[in-house]
């Protein structure tokens, strides 16, 4: 079996980077559960596969994870308001929206994750019934595989 060289999932039968579309169509339909937790989804898939994500623009989906795990949808949409309002400030108040998120890690990207898109995924479809409970666990290992 071959494995995804960037999180360590299985790409049988379906690629993370296959699977991160399939994701992707239904966070767009802003429906629930997938369409609140796009920042979420996005952020946990970049941390993971950090050949997408230079090491400088870290912080931003470091911060949504932390911002998700510390107070869930609640937060999260708090901090998705305070970020669209720095961008919209062209960065205006950035440090701000960050503070008190813990720092972004810029060493070496982890290798192996105990829960990728692969699990997220279930069956390939990323059925509604458990998404949120999933994502929250992928949130939580994304961070502790950084953090080790």
């Not at 911060?63 to 970020?83: I, K, P, Q, S, V």
Request: net charge neutral; glycine share 8%.
């Amino acid at each position: 079996m071959t494995r995804c060289s960037e999180c360590g999932a299985a790409d049988r039968p379906h690629s993370c980077e296959e699977l991160f579309h399939v994701v992707l169509a239904l966070d767009h339909s802003r429906r629930e559960p997938w369409g609140p937790l796009h920042g979420v989804t996005v952020s946990c898939f970049l941390l993971q596969h950090p050949g997408r994500l230079p090491a400088r623009d870290r912080p931003r989906p470091w911060a949504t994870l932390h911002a998700y795990l510390d107070g869930g949808l609640t937060a999260l949409t708090r901090f998705a308001e305070a970020m669209r309002r720095a961008d919209s400030r062209h960065g205006s108040g950035l440090a701000d929206v960050v503070a008190g998120v813990p720092v972004a890690p810029l060493g070496p990207a982890p290798r192996a994750f105990d829960v990728t898109i692969a699990d997220v995924a279930a069956d390939g479809t990323f059925p509604a019934a458990g998404f949120p409970e999933r994502v929250e666990a992928w949130t939580a290992a994304t961070v502790a595989a950084w953090r080790r």
